[in-house]
């Protein structure tokens, strides 16, 4: 199976820059995607990395060490409508048809 | 712009009618699609995945007899939500993928999403 965790919540300020972090678990690693994803909406593709280092897309950046089981987006000059839940959600060859199987996501609040 | 769209958007229905739910890719063909529910504050959790002209497969825990899916298209996957209940009531995504990323893996393009109420 797969188990993806990441914090539920995280408040930051804006202009400020944020870390969400992800570890996960699973047998047949084939890529870890970053979504974004807006209440009442359906999330948005940011990010993906499927080799070690870091992928960086303007604002955000995406990194992966696949021995750690471990990934980040980072966020800079947060802006108040990155107010969003971000979502880690990794692929899974041996699941068959490129499955994605997500984390709990977390919510961030973006403050004045 | 959009890539997969999803109708109707909104829907209520009443405890035990049938709902059905539609997930069409725009512009490209989709031999695979997946579908995925989410209720409020929590994360996506796929149900089945959708495969054109062969029978869907299900996740552990998911009734493949209550959530029908059909994929008789290469741009349509219909899930009809049998006999519903209050307790279905959630949002429900569906997914397509779409371009090759580096690896050999596909993006996966979510549609607008179906928010289910049943009264």
């Known amino acids: 199976g797969q188990n993806i965790d990441q914090p539920t919540e995280m408040t930051a300020t804006e202009g400020a820059i944020v870390q969400i972090n992800c570890t996960y678990q699973?047998?047949?690693?084939?890529?870890l995607f970053w979504y974004q994803q807006h209440a009442g909406e359906a999330p948005t593709f940011l990010s993906y990395?499927?080799?070690?280092g870091l992928e960086e897309k303007g604002r955000f950046s995406s990194f992966l060490s696949r021995s750690k089981g471990y990934s980040y987006l980072l966020l800079k000059e947060l802006q108040m409508k990155d107010s969003a839940s971000y979502l880690c959600a990794v692929r899974d060859w041996r699941s068959g048809a490129n499955n994605l199987f997500f984390g709990t996501g977390t919510r961030l609040t973006v403050i004045p | 712009g959009a890539v997969v769209s999803q109708h109707p958007s909104w829907v209520i229905c009443k405890s035990g009618t049938s709902v059905k739910i539609e997930c069409r890719s725009l512009?490209?063909?989709?031999?695979?699609m997946f579908w995925y529910r989410q209720f409020p504050k929590q994360s996506l959790m796929l149900m089945a995945t959708s495969n054109e002209g062969s029978k869907a497969t299900y996740e552990q825990g998911v009734e493949k007899d209550k959530f029908l899916i059909n994929h008789a298209s290469l741009t349509l996957s219909t899930l009809t939500v049998t006999s519903a209940h209050p307790e279905d009531s959630s949002f429900y995504i569906c997914?397509?993928?779409?371009?090759?990323?580096?690896?050999?893996?596909?993006?996966?393009?979510f549609g607008p999403g179906t928010r289910l109420t049943v009264t």
């Open positions: 699973t047998s047949g690693f084939n890529g």
């Open positions: 990395n499927v080799l070690d």
């Open positions: 997914s397509a993928n779409r371009g090759r990323l580096a690896g050999g893996t596909y993006e996966q393009y």
């Open positions: 512009d490209f063909q989709a031999t695979t």
